[in-house]
């Protein structure tokens, strides 16, 4: 069973699916990589098999979900996928059972139509890439705390939409408080503005 090597480390977990769109996490994963200390991001799929992303790339799983230890993880996050519409049951029992037990779980784009067949929608305020996306979702019953915002962080579960990545990566920084804030918004600054001064206020945080 995959478990935290160290006990104050944090286990991010990112679902690995066939057709993930390599985009809604590629900030995500290099801002935790840079932001170094005591995060460790780890690759879990239905298998170890490996899965192709919507950009051609191959990507092996770094273990099973079958394989990890509910409790040792710091957060979850669903990238989109083609393939939200049905299936995916193991993983969405994870996102219910660490949901129930107050640890955040982050969907994006398609992430956010699994977490809207499984109930986690229906009474959070929540975004996702449209509200007729979300009412493709079976028993989905949240269309009154739609908000039409770029990511929306309630009762630990975070949501964002298929073209707000950069927001999805920084709600998900704040709520593992992966970096300082002054960093947070510097880094959020410059992938948003390329103004010189974020730049600068990044190196001088190094």
């Keep these: 069973m995959l478990t935290n090597t160290e006990s104050n480390e944090q286990l991010v977990v990112l679902y690995a699916t066939?057709?993930?769109?390599?985009?809604?996490?590629?900030?995500?994963?290099?801002?935790?990589?840079?932001?170094?200390?005591?995060?460790?991001?780890?690759?879990?799929?239905?298998?170890?098999?490996?899965?192709?992303?919507?950009?051609?790339?191959?990507?092996?799983?770094?273990?099973?979900?079958?394989?990890?230890?509910?409790d040792g993880i710091a957060m979850l996050v669903l990238p989109g996928a083609d393939t939200w519409a049905e299936g995916h049951e193991q993983v969405l029992a994870l996102a219910s059972r660490l949901?129930?037990?107050?640890?955040?779980?982050?969907?994006?784009?398609?992430?956010?139509?699994?977490?809207?067949?499984?109930?986690?929608?229906?009474?959070?305020?929540?975004?996702?890439?449209?509200?007729?996306?979300?009412?493709?979702?079976?028993?989905y019953a949240g269309a009154a705390f739609y908000a039409d915002e770029r990511a929306v962080v309630d009762g630990g579960v975070i949501t964002a939409g298929a073209t707000a990545p950069l927001e999805f990566a920084k709600a998900i920084f704040e709520a593992l408080g992966a970096m300082p804030q002054s960093v947070i918004d510097a880094w959020y600054g410059l992938y948003t503005t390329g103004e010189r001064r974020y730049f600068d206020a990044l190196v001088g945080a190094a």
């Design 18 to 70: 066939g057709t993930m769109a390599d985009w809604e996490y590629g900030y995500l994963t290099a801002g935790l990589g840079m932001a170094g200390g005591a995060i460790r991001l780890v690759t879990a799929g239905e298998t170890t098999a490996e899965v192709d992303t919507m950009g051609g790339l191959h990507v092996r799983p770094d273990a099973a979900l079958a394989d990890l230890d509910p």
């Design 99 to 139: 949901a129930a037990s107050g640890t955040p779980v982050a969907a994006i784009c398609g992430g956010t139509l699994g977490l809207a067949r499984v109930g986690l929608l229906d009474d959070r305020r929540h975004t996702s890439n449209a509200p007729d996306f979300l009412a493709m979702a079976d028993g």
